[in-house]
């Protein structure tokens, strides 16, 4: 009986050891995609400002672009994002 308890001592640790590569993964993915939003409302911002100022001046249609880098994705994909 004494046996069998010692062989559970370490079963806490495979499971970490298992699970935290997923939790981080996950972590990685939501700050890169938080990331594209954050600056895909950066540039909508800037086409809104130089929308309204060629307004003022005369009817303009404003296209900005962005390519963005890839950090965490890049293990999947190397081509930058664009942001339009």
Known sequence: MVRATRARNGNVAVIVA???PVVVGG???GVETSFWYYSSLKLQAVADAAAYAGAL???VEVIVKQNL???F???FNQ?????Q
């Open 18 to 20: 298992f699970t935290l």
């Open 27 to 29: 972590a990685g993915l």
């Open 57 to 59: 001046e005369k009817a």
């Open 69 to 71: 880098d890839r950090y």
């Open 73 to 75: 994705t890049a293990i």
């Open 79 to 83: 081509a930058p994002v664009a942001e």
